[in-house]
C-alpha cells in the first residue's frame, strides 16, 4: 500500500473472471470535525485494457459509525450495433 497526497494505492494481483478481491484501510477523522460534516471516499480499479470502474460515496460525521465503500468490477459484453 501507498499513500501520497491523500491518494492510498494497492497492486492487485491477476483476478480471473469470476474471482473477487478485498482491500481495507482505516481512517480516522479529525477530532475538530463538527457532526454533520460530510466524509468522502472514492476508489476506482482500472485493468490492463484501459477499462476504468470507480465507486463513491458519502457519509456524515457521527460519532461511532463506520464508513464503507463497497465495488465490484463486472465485465458486460456489449455489442456493436450494425448500420
Not at 478481491?21 to 476508489?43: I, K
Not at 490492463?48 to 458486460?76: F, I, S
Request: one cysteine or more; a neutral charge; glycine letters at 10%.
Amino acid at each position: 500500500m501507498q499513500n501520497a497526497g491523500g491518494v492510498v494505492e494497492w497492486t492487485v494481483e491477476t483476478l480471473n473472471p469470476g474471482q473477487t478481491g478485498n482491500r481495507e484501510m482505516v481512517v480516522q477523522a479529525d477530532a475538530a470535525l463538527h457532526g454533520g460534516a460530510v466524509l468522502r471516499a472514492a476508489a476506482q480499479i482500472d485493468d490492463n485494457a484501459g477499462r476504468r470502474t470507480r465507486a463513491e460515496a458519502e457519509t456524515r460525521v457521527q460519532a461511532g459509525v463506520p464508513l464503507q465503500l463497497t465495488m465490484e468490477l463486472n465485465r458486460t459484453r456489449c455489442s456493436r450495433a450494425s448500420s
